[in-house]
């Protein structure tokens, strides 16, 4: 079965950075759509970035543009999501999910969208 394996999360104080880190084993091509989301206690999950297979579309959530860059890795299949000025409201476990066909032009918001996840990461931002 295909593995989504991540890492990079943490705790951070306000304005600080983090790179969160996606990679896909497992499956016959070397990339499809990746999204990452994000889900804090009491919230529902939410969209928050989305890159087409081969980079060449991105997808960002209102409340992250201009903070959050996902970009794809120089190796195959992977995928970074660059956190800038967090702030405590972007505390939430970090989810990388990617698809499993290349029918789309664009990358997908919807959680439907999205064959299979990772195992989700802690993002702590303090005050």
């Known amino acids: 079965q295909v593995q989504v394996v991540q890492s990079g999360g943490g705790l951070v104080q306000a304005g600080g950075s983090l790179r969160l880190h996606c990679a896909v084993s497992?499956?016959?091509?070397?990339?499809?759509?990746t999204a990452w989301f994000r889900q804090a206690p009491g919230n529902e999950r939410e969209f928050v970035a989305a890159?087409?297979?081969?980079?060449?579309?991105?997808v960002y959530a209102d409340s992250v543009k201009g903070r959050f860059t996902i970009s794809r890795g120089n190796a195959k299949d992977t995928t970074f999501l660059q956190m800038n000025n967090l702030k405590p409201e972007d505390t939430a476990v970090y989810y990388c999910?990617?698809?499993?066909?290349?029918?789309?032009?664009?990358?997908?918001?919807?959680?439907?969208?999205?064959?299979?996840w990772g195992q989700g990461t802690q993002v702590t931002v303090s005050s």
């Open positions: 999910a990617t698809a499993d066909n290349r029918n789309r032009n664009n990358p997908s918001r919807a959680p439907e969208g999205y064959a299979y």
């Open positions: 497992g499956r016959t091509f070397s990339s499809y759509a």
């Open positions: 890159i087409k297979w081969n980079g060449a579309a991105t």
